[in-house]
């Protein structure tokens, strides 16, 4: 593989990466304990069908390149076919792969959370019983819903948690004498995403 191409198959990952950063980093944060970076990249989402048709058009050159057929050079020096890995039609067909599963991780990132615990709870009055939906910007995937779900499956007095990346919302159900709309907004604001507005449904 010449240098050209190697710089089209590292430039090609990097596009990848950068196309599921918004998504790698609340994974990553949340794996890491650090979940208040959950967010950091979410700018970079608008962007990323753009990174994505980049990374297919680096792909589509460097398979290009390697499938052509090579020019016959007509001299008599022996030609040096032999190969090291790196310059394989192998190792460009891991990248590529690698280059998918990347651009893919979006659609399968919830996979690395734990399954959210429902939340034990005690009623003892359920005139206290409150749902509000907050409408929350930052979420870049799916697995951003399970973040915030896992999350507030902790809070005390938080009964059940539904969120919706397709909506931006989260639909909370809990004890208002145990916790509260606005804490409930800042646990949110604490792992990364922001409530922008929030509505009461039913209490």
Known sequence: MTTKNTKSWVAGIIAAVAASLCCITPVLAFLGGASGLASSFSGIEPYRPYLIGLTIAIFTFAWYQKLKPQKQVDCDCKADNKKSFWQSKLFLTIITIVAGLLIAFPYYAKIFYPKTQEPKVIIVDKSNIATVQLNISGMTCEGCTAHINRELSNVNGVIKTT?????????????????SVDSIANIIKIIGYKVTSSTIISK
């Open 163 to 179: 969120t919706s990346y397709k909506n931006t919302t989260a639909i909370v159900r809990f004890d208002n004498s145990k916790t």
